[in-house]
C-alpha cells in the first residue's frame, strides 16, 4: 500500500507493535525523517518518544546508496561488501566520516542541548524510521541503542526492502514492516507526501521546542 504521509504510517505501524505494550517499551525516531512516524508510534503505545541520531555515508558519487552511517555515541556501520563493491577503501572511509562527523555534532547540539542521551537500562527499544532501504543508518542506529543499554531491540518501518530483511535480524531482535517490496527504488515512493523533516520539525514532535541553525554554534 502508499501511505497519505509519515502520520498515517506511524498510526498503521502502531497496530502492528500493540503485542509489545506490555513490555513497556521506549520508542525511538530515527533523526531525522522517522521522528514523526516515532510520535503517532509512542502515542498509540503510550510510551516515551526519544530519537537515535544518525548519518548515513554515501558512496562517492552515488550519495543516496549509503555505504554505511554514523550515529551519536561513536556507533559507525560500514557495509563492508558494498564497500568492496563500489571500490570505496579505508582511506575514502575515514573521509565521508570526516565529512559527516560535523554534521553529526551538529544534530547531536540541536537535539540534546548538552545532555546524554536517556540510558535504556536493559528495556524494550522500539527504534523507529519512515523506511529502510539498505539498513546502513538503522544498523548503525541500533549500534547507538545498544550502547545506550536497550535489552530488546525492535526496528519498525512503514516500509522495509526485502533485500535487507536478513541482515537486520542480525541486528534487532525483531523486525516490523507493513510493507516489505523485493523491488525497493526509493522511501519516497511509498508516500503520497513526503516532504523533509527539519530538526524544527523533529523537535516540535518531541516537544523541544526549535533547533538551532544549520551551523549555528
Known amino acids: 500500500m502508499v501511505f497519505d504521509d509519515r502520520e498515517h504510517a506511524g498510526r498503521l505501524l502502531a497496530a502492528r507493535l500493540q503485542h509489545l505494550r506490555a513490555e513497556r517499551p521506549a ?10 512516524v516515532a510520535r503517532e508510534v509512542a502515542r498509540a503505545l ?16 552515488s550519495p543516496e546508496l549509503a555505504v554505511g552511517a554514523i550515529a551519536e555515541d561513536g556507533a559507525l556501520f560500514v557495509d563492508r561488501a558494498l564497500a568492496e563493491e563500489t571500490g570505496v577503501g579505508e582511506e575514502e572511509l575515514a573521509e565521508l566520516v570526516a565529512r559527516a562527523a560535523p554534521e553529526l555534532a551538529r544534530r547531536i547540539r540541536a537535539y540534546r542541548a548538552g ?4 540510558p535504556l537500562g536493559g528495556s524494550t527499544a522500539i527504534l523507529v524510521d519512515d523506511g529502510v532501504s539498505t539498513g546502513a543508518t538503522a544498523r548503525a542506529a541500533a549500534l547507538a541503542a545498544r550502547r545506550r543499554g536497550a535489552g530488546r531491540l525492535v526496528l519498525a518501518a ?5 533485500v535487507s530483511e536478513e541482515a537486520l535480524r542480525g541486528d534487532f531482535d525483531e523486525v516490523v514492516a507493513i510493507e516489505r517490496p523485493p523491488d525497493f527504488l526509493a522511501v519516497s515512493w511509498w508516500y503520497r ?3 523533509p523533516v527539519s530538526d524544527v520539525e523533529a523537535l516540535g514532535c518531541l516537544g523541544a521546542g526549535e533547533a538551532p541553525a544549520a551551523g549555528a554554534s
Not at 27 to 36: A, M, W
Not at 49 to 56: G, P
Open 46 to 61: 503510550g510510551a516515551p518518544l526519544d530519537v537515535v541520531i544518525a548519518l548515513k555515508l554515501g558512496v562517492p558519487g
Open 193 to 195: 507526501r513526503f516532504e
Open 115 to 118: 545532555a546524554a542521551p536517556p
Open 158 to 162: 512503514p516500509v522495509i526492502a526485502a
Open 27 to 36: 520508542v525511538l525516531g530515527l533523526t531525522r525523517g522517522g521522528v514523526p
